[in-house]
């Protein structure tokens, strides 16, 4: 979106999939300028996932206490929904997207995880693909959006005039919007719809590491160290913002068929603010909880956030919690606080091989009790067991069944492939004819897709299948 005050507006061509009706509004100019959405004048609703329409065009700005999905619009506090006068109206949009960019921190250095291109969203750019879970208040949903090529995870909180859902609401995109780390999942685009909001982020095509671990069992340690990488990266971008998560787990760990990990469900985290370092509100999943969060003073502070890093990998090693759940809430706290520190078990359950003398070693310094005596992710970052661990993974990577195609791989691309095709190809719209541009779509869409294995190869003989069938189905028809 640029230009000049009146000279924003513009007009919307008729959708190609039926009953997509949008439109937006916008004030002022320039880069300070945010945007709303509003329904249009006919009294048409937009309709999140699994409705009549998709919109995620809405720039927004969110701090700690209010999320603003536009200027003159709509503005979320934890005190309640606002509604503004109506601004100028709109009919197209392009937001100003938030990507994963470098870190200010040490992490910014380092090689980073393929991240997502920069994205406008518009109605008529996303195609519902599947649903993918829920999250810590939301359902989320797994979309193909058109311009960039690429599947996003669409994640809708529904009921937001509910007081606790807005306040995690608001404080998840205060932290989403504020890091800048290619291991913390980025923002793409948030819109509003009748007490719910949807917002978009970058997909993460293997979940979260517990559904890894659920899935395929216990994790190698190079695999570990990997995952230990990407954290400690995340994190310290993190803490060096002055933020604490609260809530590292495996489930909020997220991991692609590359093994990139990325820290996600920023619900429960708390930015730190001015001296007050410590943090006193008790949230998270009590299990990966550090002994000070469960002590009677309940003091804590960044320390918390290394210490579940090295419970959620001996989780992963080991495939059993370091902790029994059997007798409750109570019996979980006294174990925390009263017993040793979990440990790794003498060998991996699966392979049978020995864990290395860096990876114990590692794991003992994140697991203190003391959280004086814890090292920073800074400092783990510089520890025997990650310092050469991406050279490690560069020239010798692991192999894992997560890099491997999935039914969902296939069912994507399919509906992918037929969704290029009703948008650039099906009779009264064009003609594929292998032409420059044609194939370099076909191209961008192998690379973008992020499928293992997929070639451009295989991506074209597929399309052209696709072509086929359904143009003779479209000659039948006619007939």
């Known amino acids: 979106m640029s230009g000049d005050g009146d000279a ?214 190079r695999m570990l160290q990997r995952i230990a990488l990407h954290t400690m990266r995340g994190l310290d971008a993190m803490h060096h913002a002055r933020c604490i998560h609260r809530d590292i787990k495996p489930g909020n760990i997220l991991i692609t068929s590359n093994a990139d990990c990325m820290l996600t469900d920023f619900g429960v985290a708390k930015a730190l603010e001015g001296t007050l370092d410590l943090a006193k509100t008790f949230v998270g999943t009590t299990v990966f909880m550090a002994p000070e969060r469960v002590s009677a003073d309940g003091r804590y502070s960044t320390p918390s956030d290394i210490w579940s890093v090295g419970v959620s990998l001996c989780y992963l090693a080991s495939g059993k919690l370091p902790y029994s759940t059997e007798g409750g809430y109570f019996s979980i706290v006294r174990s925390i606080r009263d017993d040793p520190p979990p440990t790794l078990p003498p060998r991996h359950p699966t392979t049978g091989e020995s864990f290395s003398a860096p990876f114990r070693e590692f794991l003992s310094l994140t697991l203190n009790k003391d959280p004086n005596h814890r090292p920073t992710a800074f400092q783990l970052l510089q520890h025997p067991f990650l310092s050469h661990a991406e050279d490690a993974w560069r020239t010798n990577p692991v192999q894992h069944p997560i890099m491997e195609v999935t039914p969902d791989d296939e069912s994507d691309l399919t509906a992918i492939l037929r969704t290029l095709y009703a948008q650039h190809y099906a009779p009264g719209v064009g003609e594929y004819r292998r032409s420059l541009f044609d194939l370099s779509r076909l191209q961008r869409l192998a690379q973008q897709i992020n499928i293992p294995r997929l070639t451009m190869k295989d991506v074209q003989t597929r399309f052209e299948k696709i072509y086929e069938q359904s143009r003779k189905m479209a000659q039948q028809q006619t007939q």
Do not use: W
Not at 161 to 169: H, I, N, S, T
């Open 8 to 221: 924003m507006d513009t007009q919307i061509t008729q959708p190609r999939r039926p009953g997509l009706k949008l439109s937006l509004e916008s004030t002022g100019s320039g880069p300070e300028s945010d945007c709303m959405i509003t329904t249009d004048g006919d009294g048409g609703m937009i309709k999140l996932i699994g409705g009549d329409a998709i919109d995620l065009s809405a720039s927004f700005h969110a701090t700690d206490k209010t999320l603003r999905l536009n200027h003159h619009g709509i503005v979320i506090k934890e005190s309640g929904i606002q509604e503004q006068p109506a601004g100028r109206r709109l009919s197209a949009l392009q937001s100003q997207p938030l990507t994963a960019a470098s870190s200010s921190s040490s992490s910014s250095t380092s090689p980073s995880p393929s991240s997502p291109p920069h994205f406008s969203f518009n109605a008529l750019d996303l195609v519902d693909l599947r649903p993918v879970g829920k999250g810590a208040c939301g359902v989320v949903r797994c979309a193909f959006h058109i311009p960039s090529l690429s599947r996003v995870a669409l994640k809708t909180i529904s009921n937001i005039y509910d007081a606790e859902k807005r306040k995690q609401f608001i404080a998840e995109l205060a932290a989403l919007t504020a890091l800048h780390s290619p291991y913390i999942v980025p923002v793409l685009g948030a819109a509003y719809n009748e007490g719910s909001v949807t917002i978009a982020l970058a997909y993460a095509n293997r979940h979260s590491l517990l559904d890894v671990l659920k899935a395929h069992g216990p994790l190698h340690e």
